[in-house]
């Protein structure tokens, strides 16, 4: 397609249980990012992907939640044992270069909302 | 990383201009201002950036004073649609961390019939 897509757009799950969220960035676009939006608050940076370099991970706030980028293009956020303070609107954002270079807008995805019950 | 203050919320008429001011006062030489914006229910958009000069663009203008230290987004024709988050940011340059974009809480703007 021609932006990024995020699925599912809404998940609703017990708490303690796993959750994976889909990220396909648009075409080309070397880097990738993952930001978390609780109700009324503003985007906290959870990690980024750039090409074939390691991911910066600094941005997750607790060894529960993991992401992959396959073969730099599909991403997948991975939150286990999930908590009530996990609830929030995930959001992704792929960019056409990441450290260098021009073009460095993001373009984000509509988010993935998910409610820990 | 420099920081940005932003007004909590504003109105702007229909038809009219709504201005957005930003302050960014710790900002240093090589970081650029960014501004997004968050439609309820949609994820953000890029809407402008630049360095010093004023810039221009289908969407807005960006106004930087020269000083750098405060900068105002310029929306010339509000719409409802216009209705918002609008987020001003201060993008790092090139050295380590550069990628990442700090979001914080941005200026609720209301467009109002």
């Known amino acids: 397609g021609a932006g990024v897509s995020q699925s599912p757009s809404n998940k609703v799950t017990e708490k303690g249980k796993d959750v994976e969220l889909r990220c396909d960035p648009i075409?080309?676009?070397?880097?990738l990012y993952w930001y978390r939006q609780s109700l009324g608050q503003g985007l906290e940076f959870l990690i980024y992907?750039?090409?074939?370099?390691?991911?910066?991970k600094s941005g997750l706030p607790s060894d529960r939640f993991s992401a992959e980028r396959t073969g730099g293009s599909v991403s997948t956020l991975t939150i286990q044992r999930t908590q009530q303070e996990d609830s929030a609107v995930y959001l992704c954002?792929?960019?056409?270069?990441?450290?260098?270079?021009?073009?460095?807008?993001?373009?984000f995805g509509e988010g993935s909302r998910l409610t820990v019950l | 990383d420099a920081k940005t203050t932003q007004p909590t919320s504003m109105d702007c008429a229909e038809g009219r201009a709504a201005n957005l001011p930003c302050n960014h006062s710790t900002i240093s030489g090589n970081e650029y201002v960014y501004w997004y914006r968050q439609i309820h229910s949609q994820g953000p958009q890029y809407i402008i950036h630049g360095l010093k000069n004023n810039e221009t663009n289908e969407m807005a203008s960006l106004i930087i004073t020269e000083d750098r230290k405060s900068s105002t987004l310029i929306l010339p024709h509000a719409t409802l649609r216009d209705t918002a988050v609008y987020y001003c940011i201060v993008r790092p340059g090139r050295e380590a961390g550069s990628y990442q974009l700090t979001f914080g809480k941005g200026t609720k703007l209301s467009v109002i019939p």
């Open positions: 075409s080309g676009h070397t880097a």
């Open positions: 954002a792929s960019s056409p270069s990441g450290l260098a270079g021009g073009g460095r807008e993001l373009f």
């Open positions: 992907f750039q090409g074939n370099s390691a991911p910066d």
